[in-house]
Every structure is written in structure tokens, then in C-alpha cells.
Antibody, heavy 122, light 107 residues
């Protein structure tokens, strides 16, 4: 069965960086892209970006351009999301989600990681 | 970016009620629209994809409709486990976006 297991909670100071991992199992890792979605406390869902596990191509949300980097390690079937220059409003639960498409090419996210809480506080 | 606007932001309803949530896109997204349900402390769960297709395992009381810019999620007869927050999400653009969410509460 498809599983996405994320790394544990992190506490960071403003200005620091954080790198969250998402280890995939139960499928061929390079066949599907991975998106990252975050949710600040009491707030809605925010799409952060996407990476192709096949070739490493990325798309990032405009507001995070320059601060976020998504990578994959195909040898360990793991996706990573690094966020730099952390601010207090980056405090959120960060989720990874695996792409899936229906027969007509409509993308969707069925499989999600359990979420990683990143707290930014001085 | 494509903006997604949901209404209402919150909704109080009773078990057995029929409930409709709407989602409007800032430009046409054809049928590239998904609906997710989220409960506190949990990852979102896919309910509807491609605007009107019911995800496997999701109860048939959930349905979706619409195309272009206007979409709806309908729950035909609310059950206690349906009280949650619902999000629409467009997958037309490679820059994905969510609606702001609709919190469905017990009246």
C-alpha cells in the first residue's frame, strides 16, 4: 500500500532553515510527482510547490520563490522540502502529497503524509 | 495565479440536512476541480475529483457539479461524521490553489 511518512516536528528560530522529508513506499517512486502543502494554525491549506520524482522539475508558489527548494533522492524514495529565512508566519503543519491522475489526466491527491509541525519562534 | 473563492466560509446545519458549498474560480478551469474534507489534526481526504467524480470509498451522499468557473459540493443528508472543513482546489494550472475553506458545524 502507498505510504508517505514524514519526518518529525521541528522548532526553529527566525532566520533559520528547515528541511522536511517525506519517505515514500508501496509504489515506484519515480512514476509520480510530489506536492507540498502547508497549513498555519487555524488557517486554510496553502499549496507550496511540486516536484517531479522522475526528473526533478519543480514548480513553486510565487510567494515562496527564492525561499523554498524541493528535491528528491531516488535511491531512498524520499522527497525533501527546504524552507529558508524562516519567519513566525511559516509556523505550520507541512504535508507532502503524491500525484494521481484519472484516465482523462485530471490530477488529484489521494495519498498524503501525516504532516510535520514546524514551529518558528525566538 | 488562479484564485478560488468558496462560500460560505462557515455553515451551521443539522444531521439530515442537505448542504451545498460553492466554489468560484477567477478564470475558467474546465473540470479541473477537486474537493477535500479535513478533520482537525488530520490530512485532507479527497472526496470529489474532476468536478463530479466520486472518489472510491466516499459515501454517495457527497456529489459535485459544475464546470468552467462555478462549482458546487452537495451533501444530500448530513451525517455526524461529515462535520469538518471542506476545501476546493484547482488542478488546471501547474500552480495549484485552494479555496479558503468552508467550516461545517453542528447546529
Amino acid at each position: 500500500q502507498v505510504q508517505l511518512v514524514q519526518s518529525g516536528a521541528e522548532v526553529k528560530k527566525p532566520g533559520a532553515s528547515v528541511k522536511v522529508s517525506c519517505k515514500a513506499s508501496g509504489y515506484t517512486f519515480t512514476s509520480y510527482g510530489i506536492s507540498w502543502v502547508r497549513q498555519a494554525p487555524g488557517q486554510g491549506l496553502e499549496w507550496m510547490g511540486w516536484i517531479s520524482a522522475y526528473n526533478g522539475n519543480t514548480n513553486y508558489a510565487q510567494k515562496l520563490q527564492g525561499r523554498v527548494t524541493m528535491t528528491t533522492d531516488t535511491s531512498t524514495s524520499t522527497a525533501y522540502m527546504e524552507l529558508r529565512s524562516l519567519r513566525s508566519d511559516d509556523t505550520a503543519v507541512y504535508y507532502c502529497a503524491r500525484d494521481l491522475h484519472d484516465d482523462y489526466g485530471h490530477p488529484m491527491w489521494v495519498y498524503w503524509g501525516q504532516g510535520t509541525l514546524v514551529t518558528v519562534s525566538s | 495565479d488562479i484564485q478560488m473563492t468558496q462560500s460560505p466560509s462557515s455553515l451551521s446545519a443539522s444531521v439530515g440536512d442537505r448542504v451545498t458549498i460553492t466554489c468560484r474560480a477567477s478564470q475558467s478551469i474546465s473540470s479541473y476541480l477537486n474537493w477535500y474534507q479535513q478533520k482537525p489534526g488530520k490530512a485532507p481526504k479527497l472526496l470529489i475529483y474532476a468536478a463530479s467524480s466520486l472518489q472510491s470509498g466516499v459515501p454517495s451522499r457527497f456529489s459535485g457539479s459544475g464546470s468552467g468557473t462555478d462549482f458546487t459540493l452537495t451533501i444530500s443528508s448530513l451525517q455526524p461524521e461529515d462535520f469538518a472543513t471542506y476545501y476546493c482546489q484547482q488542478s488546471y494550472s501547474t500552480l495549484r490553489t485552494f479555496g479558503q475553506g468552508t467550516r461545517l458545524e453542528i447546529k
